[in-house]
Protein backbone atom coordinates (compact mmCIF):
# COMPACT_ATOMS: atom_id res chain seq x y z
CA UNK A 1 0.00 0.00 0.00
CA UNK A 2 1.15 3.74 -1.12
CA UNK A 3 -0.88 5.17 2.08
CA UNK A 4 -1.85 8.61 2.00
CA UNK A 5 -0.45 10.27 -1.10
CA UNK A 6 -0.12 13.96 -1.45
CA UNK A 7 1.13 15.88 -4.71
CA UNK A 8 2.79 18.28 -5.09
CA UNK A 9 5.34 18.27 -2.81
CA UNK A 10 5.94 21.85 -3.52
CA UNK A 11 4.22 25.04 -5.22
CA UNK A 12 4.33 28.71 -5.33
CA UNK A 13 1.36 31.15 -6.27
CA UNK A 14 0.51 34.45 -6.99
CA UNK A 15 -2.12 36.07 -5.09
CA UNK A 16 -5.39 35.30 -6.59
CA UNK A 17 -4.68 32.45 -8.26
CA UNK A 18 -6.71 29.32 -7.52
CA UNK A 19 -4.99 25.95 -7.24
CA UNK A 20 -6.09 22.23 -6.04
CA UNK A 21 -4.12 20.42 -3.78
CA UNK A 22 -4.47 16.66 -4.60
CA UNK A 23 -4.76 13.63 -1.77
CA UNK A 24 -5.49 9.95 -2.51
CA UNK A 25 -5.31 7.19 -0.11
CA UNK A 26 -5.38 3.06 -0.90
CA UNK A 27 -6.29 1.51 2.69
CA UNK A 28 -10.12 2.29 1.95
CA UNK A 29 -10.40 4.35 4.89
CA UNK A 30 -13.67 6.14 5.30
CA UNK A 31 -12.54 9.32 6.83
CA UNK A 32 -10.52 12.12 5.27
CA UNK A 33 -9.11 15.17 6.64
CA UNK A 34 -6.71 18.59 5.68
CA UNK A 35 -4.86 20.26 8.25
CA UNK A 36 -2.34 23.08 7.49
CA UNK A 37 0.77 23.29 9.61
CA UNK A 38 1.95 26.76 10.64
CA UNK A 39 5.41 27.45 12.98
CA UNK A 40 4.03 27.27 16.67
CA UNK A 41 0.17 26.81 15.99
CA UNK A 42 0.36 22.98 15.17
CA UNK A 43 -1.99 21.25 13.30
CA UNK A 44 -5.13 22.85 12.11
CA UNK A 45 -8.05 21.18 10.76
CA UNK A 46 -9.62 23.13 7.71
CA UNK A 47 -12.24 20.38 6.33
CA UNK A 48 -13.12 17.05 6.50
CA UNK A 49 -15.02 13.89 4.83
CA UNK A 50 -16.71 11.18 6.38
CA UNK A 51 -17.20 9.35 3.62
CA UNK A 52 -17.92 9.27 -0.25
CA UNK A 53 -20.27 13.07 -0.46
CA UNK A 54 -19.85 14.25 2.33
CA UNK A 55 -17.69 16.72 3.89
CA UNK A 56 -17.68 19.55 6.75
CA UNK A 57 -15.63 22.23 7.97
CA UNK A 58 -12.66 22.18 10.48
CA UNK A 59 -11.42 25.00 12.37
CA UNK A 60 -9.81 27.24 9.92
CA UNK A 61 -12.15 26.76 6.63
CA UNK A 62 -12.23 30.00 5.03
CA UNK A 63 -10.69 30.28 1.86
CA UNK A 64 -10.71 26.16 0.94
CA UNK A 65 -13.09 24.18 -1.01
CA UNK A 66 -13.29 20.43 -0.96
CA UNK A 67 -14.98 17.36 -2.53
CA UNK A 68 -15.17 13.77 -2.00
CA UNK A 69 -16.60 12.04 -5.11
CA UNK A 70 -14.65 8.69 -4.27
CA UNK A 71 -13.83 6.87 -0.89
CA UNK A 72 -9.84 7.34 -2.17
CA UNK A 73 -9.94 11.08 -3.57
CA UNK A 74 -10.33 13.99 -1.39
CA UNK A 75 -8.56 17.47 -2.89
CA UNK A 76 -8.26 20.90 -1.36
CA UNK A 77 -8.88 23.84 -3.78
CA UNK A 78 -7.34 27.20 -2.84
CA UNK A 79 -10.22 29.49 -4.64
CA UNK A 80 -7.86 32.74 -4.11
CA UNK A 81 -4.61 32.16 -2.72
CA UNK A 82 -3.71 34.67 -0.23
CA UNK A 83 -0.11 35.25 1.57
CA UNK A 84 -2.09 34.13 4.81
CA UNK A 85 -2.40 30.62 3.48
CA UNK A 86 1.32 30.09 2.98
CA UNK A 87 1.87 26.88 5.11
CA UNK A 88 2.46 23.29 5.13
CA UNK A 89 -0.55 21.07 4.17
CA UNK A 90 -1.37 17.56 5.24
CA UNK A 91 -3.71 14.96 4.12
CA UNK A 92 -4.56 12.54 6.40
CA UNK A 93 -7.01 9.44 6.62
CA UNK A 94 -8.10 7.15 9.13
CA UNK A 95 -10.64 3.94 9.63
CA UNK A 96 -13.40 5.82 11.45
CA UNK A 97 -13.18 9.33 13.78
CA UNK A 98 -16.18 8.17 15.65
CA UNK A 99 -15.38 9.66 19.00
CA UNK A 100 -16.78 6.45 20.55
CA UNK A 101 -14.22 4.20 18.48
CA UNK A 102 -11.63 6.74 16.93
CA UNK A 103 -8.53 5.20 14.91
CA UNK A 104 -4.76 6.65 14.25
CA UNK A 105 -4.30 9.10 11.91
CA UNK A 106 -2.26 8.63 8.79
CA UNK A 107 -0.67 11.70 7.13
CA UNK A 108 0.92 11.74 3.64
CA UNK A 109 3.82 13.81 3.37
CA UNK A 110 2.71 17.74 3.13
CA UNK A 111 2.47 19.88 0.27
CA UNK A 112 4.49 23.36 1.25
CA UNK A 113 2.45 26.21 -0.19
CA UNK A 114 3.98 29.58 -0.87
CA UNK A 115 2.05 32.89 -2.21
CA UNK A 116 3.26 35.86 -2.93
CA UNK B 1 -14.54 26.91 22.45
CA UNK B 2 -13.17 23.01 22.44
CA UNK B 3 -9.01 23.00 22.74
CA UNK B 4 -6.39 20.95 23.26
CA UNK B 5 -3.12 22.84 25.49
CA UNK B 6 -0.18 21.34 25.48
CA UNK B 7 3.31 22.57 27.83
CA UNK B 8 5.71 23.12 27.71
CA UNK B 9 6.41 24.50 24.30
CA UNK B 10 9.79 23.57 24.43
CA UNK B 11 11.91 20.99 26.01
CA UNK B 12 15.60 20.52 26.74
CA UNK B 13 17.16 17.50 28.71
CA UNK B 14 20.04 15.74 28.60
CA UNK B 15 20.60 12.33 26.67
CA UNK B 16 19.41 9.46 29.47
CA UNK B 17 16.88 11.73 31.62
CA UNK B 18 13.32 11.23 31.23
CA UNK B 19 11.26 13.48 29.14
CA UNK B 20 7.45 14.24 30.28
CA UNK B 21 4.97 16.30 28.10
CA UNK B 22 1.57 17.23 29.43
CA UNK B 23 -1.71 18.09 27.89
CA UNK B 24 -5.57 19.06 28.59
CA UNK B 25 -8.32 18.83 26.97
CA UNK B 26 -11.95 20.43 27.27
CA UNK B 27 -14.64 17.93 26.19
CA UNK B 28 -15.34 15.50 28.71
CA UNK B 29 -16.97 13.08 26.08
CA UNK B 30 -13.40 12.57 24.76
CA UNK B 31 -11.84 9.02 24.72
CA UNK B 32 -8.77 8.29 22.19
CA UNK B 33 -5.47 10.29 22.74
CA UNK B 34 -3.02 9.72 20.64
CA UNK B 35 0.63 11.42 20.27
CA UNK B 36 2.62 12.18 17.42
CA UNK B 37 6.15 12.55 16.76
CA UNK B 38 7.19 15.11 13.71
CA UNK B 39 10.70 15.51 12.80
CA UNK B 40 12.14 17.66 11.12
CA UNK B 41 10.57 18.36 7.03
CA UNK B 42 8.64 15.14 7.72
CA UNK B 43 4.96 14.66 8.52
CA UNK B 44 3.60 13.60 11.77
CA UNK B 45 3.89 10.02 13.14
CA UNK B 46 2.30 7.81 15.56
CA UNK B 47 4.32 6.74 18.27
CA UNK B 48 1.55 5.74 20.81
CA UNK B 49 -2.19 6.15 21.90
CA UNK B 50 -4.75 5.28 24.48
CA UNK B 51 -8.02 4.86 25.10
CA UNK B 52 -9.99 6.33 28.24
CA UNK B 53 -10.80 2.45 29.21
CA UNK B 54 -6.94 2.34 30.16
CA UNK B 55 -5.28 4.60 32.72
CA UNK B 56 -1.74 3.69 31.62
CA UNK B 57 -0.09 2.36 28.43
CA UNK B 58 3.78 1.63 27.87
CA UNK B 59 5.80 0.64 24.27
CA UNK B 60 9.66 0.17 25.72
CA UNK B 61 10.91 3.28 26.35
CA UNK B 62 7.82 5.46 25.85
CA UNK B 63 4.39 5.60 28.12
CA UNK B 64 1.02 7.75 28.10
CA UNK B 65 -0.70 8.23 31.44
CA UNK B 66 -4.56 9.65 31.32
CA UNK B 67 -6.07 10.90 34.12
CA UNK B 68 -9.61 11.82 32.71
CA UNK B 69 -11.25 12.96 36.01
CA UNK B 70 -8.77 15.92 35.31
CA UNK B 71 -8.97 16.13 31.41
CA UNK B 72 -5.09 15.47 30.87
CA UNK B 73 -2.80 13.54 29.83
CA UNK B 74 0.91 12.92 29.37
CA UNK B 75 3.45 11.15 27.22
CA UNK B 76 6.56 9.97 29.40
CA UNK B 77 10.11 9.47 27.66
CA UNK B 78 12.62 7.64 29.53
CA UNK B 79 16.31 6.98 29.04
CA UNK B 80 15.63 9.72 26.26
CA UNK B 81 18.16 9.32 23.12
CA UNK B 82 19.65 11.93 20.45
CA UNK B 83 17.45 10.22 17.98
CA UNK B 84 14.07 11.16 20.37
CA UNK B 85 14.68 15.11 19.13
CA UNK B 86 12.12 15.78 17.19
CA UNK B 87 7.97 17.98 17.92
CA UNK B 88 5.58 15.78 19.65
CA UNK B 89 2.40 16.43 19.42
CA UNK B 90 -0.49 15.26 21.54
CA UNK B 91 -4.53 15.18 20.00
CA UNK B 92 -7.64 14.53 20.98
CA UNK B 93 -11.14 14.07 19.74
CA UNK B 94 -13.85 17.13 20.27
CA UNK B 95 -16.61 18.75 19.15
CA UNK B 96 -20.37 16.91 19.15
CA UNK B 97 -20.28 13.65 18.30
CA UNK B 98 -17.72 13.59 15.44
CA UNK B 99 -13.93 12.18 16.57
CA UNK B 100 -12.19 14.88 14.51
CA UNK B 101 -8.66 14.93 15.90
CA UNK B 102 -7.37 18.63 17.28
CA UNK B 103 -3.93 19.02 18.14
CA UNK B 104 -2.05 20.60 20.72
CA UNK B 105 0.46 23.67 19.65
CA UNK B 106 3.14 20.79 20.44
CA UNK B 107 6.63 20.42 21.96
CA UNK B 108 9.70 20.44 20.83
CA UNK B 109 12.12 18.00 22.54
CA UNK B 110 15.79 18.71 22.18
CA UNK B 111 18.11 15.31 23.86
CA UNK B 112 21.73 17.29 23.82
CA UNK B 113 24.51 14.02 23.96
Redesign the interface.
Known amino acids: NAGVTQTPKFQVLKTGQSMTLQCAQDMNHEYMSWYRQDPGMGLRLIHYSVGAGITDQGEVPNGYNVSRSTTEDFPLRLLSAAPSQTSVYFCASSYSNSKHTASPLHFGNGTRLTVT | GENVE?HP?TLSVQEGDSAVIKCTYSDS????F?WYKQELG?????II?IRSNVGEKKDQRIAVTLNKTAKHFSLHITETQPEDSAVY?C?A?LGG??????????TKLSVKP
Open positions: QSASNYPKRPQLDFAPSQGNLIFGKG
